[in-house]
């Protein structure tokens, strides 16, 4: 990762295996275009998350991997959803095509559809996680991505906005980027047996670098070229989306960011575990260029 530390490289190889150990692998198309979109790189943040926080408690490495590749395949389908037309319409991700120019539409709607359940799937098959966390690990999965979380967060997100309060763009913000971020966090906890106090720590921590990534998005989708960001530049704008740029500047964007993630920091510091690497995330999110 570009100016992410190299303390975050052996993170993303962890998950990178383990998704492809768990993936289908038979010739189909179905597995195919599933295969292209979970395995064609990305900062990983979410699984990050998951070790992270579960790494602040006593977990498995097998319950780590399982949780991380379930958040992943999570934010996966929402990705190939949110690129299709009749979404946000993008043809690149991550600097290829989108599942839907490289498939068509049809195969890549079914891709999520078949991404979702495989998440669920994951958590149900770990021998070291127990049955009632399991439970608990679901419906906070289904909660984040479901009607009040990230669902609701793109149904505001694609709405005809003329214009947004701050208020009401942090609460569409939070909803599609900061909900399953809180519950990576959340999740890892849990894995990990944390305190509940120690697990309130950690989603107030979440909320605040969620909003500063979803800044920094923005940011990006003005600043960044296509080739730094994997993304087609400046589809905010063509779009007329409402973004933070947009309602008080740019750098008072930036500078929004880099206050949250300060914030972030000051809440970690109270973990009864080492928060360094979550301080190191923090800096990372408040300064990264894709």
Not at 34 to 54: A, E, Q, T
Not at 139 to 157: F, H, P, R, Y
Request: net charge negative.
């Amino acid at each position: 990762m570009t100016n992410s530390g190299s303390w975050i490289v052996p993170y993303k190889e962890r998950i990178n295996s383990a998704l492809e150990s768990l993936l289908p692998d038979d010739d189909s198309i179905l597995t195919k275009a599933i295969r292209y979109s979970v395995l064609n790189g990305g900062k990983r943040l979410r699984p990050l998350l998951v070790y992270l926080s579960s790494e602040l408690g006593n977990s498995t490495s097998e319950a780590q991997d399982l949780v991380s590749s379930a958040v992943e395949l999570i934010h996966c389908y929402s990705l190939i959803h949110d690129d299709l037309p009749s979404m946000d319409d993008d043809s690149l991700r991550r600097g290829l095509p989108t599942c839907h120019k490289k498939f068509g539409e049809a195969i890549a709607i079914l891709a999520g559809d078949a991404l979702q359940p495989m998440a669920y799937s994951l958590l149900t098959h770990s021998n070291e996680i127990e049955d009632k966390l399991k439970v608990n690990l679901i419906a906070l999965l289904s909660e984040a991505c479901g009607q009040n979380g990230m669902v609701e967060g793109q149904i505001l997100d694609i709405s005809d906005h003329k214009s947004l309060s701050l208020e009401e763009l942090d609460y569409m913000h939070n909803k599609k980027t900061g909900s399953l971020i809180r519950t990576c966090l959340e999740m890892g906890g849990l894995i990990s047996y944390l305190q509940e106090n120690e697990i309130d720590l950690l989603k107030e921590y979440g909320e605040k670098i969620g909003l500063a990534f979803q800044i920094r998005d923005d940011i990006i989708d003005l600043e960044s070229p296509s080739e730094v960001s994997g993304k087609n530049q400046g589809t905010d704008v063509l779009k007329q989306k409402v973004t933070y740029p947009k309602v008080i500047g740019m750098e008072a964007s930036k500078e929004k960011a880099i206050e949250l993630c300060k914030e972030a920091q000051e809440i970690v510091t109270n973990l009864s575990g080492n928060p360094v690497k979550l301080i190191k995330l923090s800096n990372f999110i408040s300064n990264r260029h894709y």
